[in-house]
């Protein structure tokens, strides 16, 4: 299973943008569908941001759909989040993840309707004035 280093996390004014990213382990190919994971103290992880290689279908959180883009690079085996107009609520540790297969979509995976097994060290978003 891929594993993911996650970085440009940082602190980001109300309303402000901010662009995040990972790398992959290794190739990920079309077979990998890539996802946004977003942890807050005392909460469940949750998916915010997720995409289907095959087809580039995407799936968003509500709270942060037209906000938010989610889009990768397959060159360098890497995914981004483009977060705009952020607000406090999109603080978090941002975490990427990867899964496999013909059943998986982007919303499954944001769902997380299938475990996931393989994850990195985040990167910290901070929201503030």
């Known amino acids: 299973q891929l594993q993911f280093e996650e970085s440009g996390g940082d602190l980001v004014q109300p309303g402000g943008r901010l662009r995040i990213s990972c790398v992959a382990s290794?190739?990920?190919?079309?077979?990998?569908?890539l996802g946004w994971f977003r942890q807050v103290p005392g909460k469940e992880r949750e998916g915010v941001a997720c995409i289907n290689s095959r087809d580039g279908s995407t799936y968003f959180k509500d709270s942060v759909k037209d906000r938010f883009t989610i889009f990768r690079d397959f060159a360098r085996d890497k995914m981004y989040l483009q977060m705009d107009n952020g607000n406090v609520e999109d603080a978090g540790r941002y975490y990427c993840?990867?899964?496999?297969?013909?059943?998986?979509?982007?919303?499954?995976?944001?769902?997380?309707?299938?475990?996931?097994?393989?994850w990195g060290l985040g990167t910290q978003v901070t929201v503030s004035t």
């Open positions: 993840a990867s899964q496999s297969g013909p059943q998986v979509t982007a919303r499954s995976l944001c769902l997380m309707e299938k475990p996931i097994n393989a």
């Open positions: 290794g190739a990920i190919g079309w077979q990998n569908h």
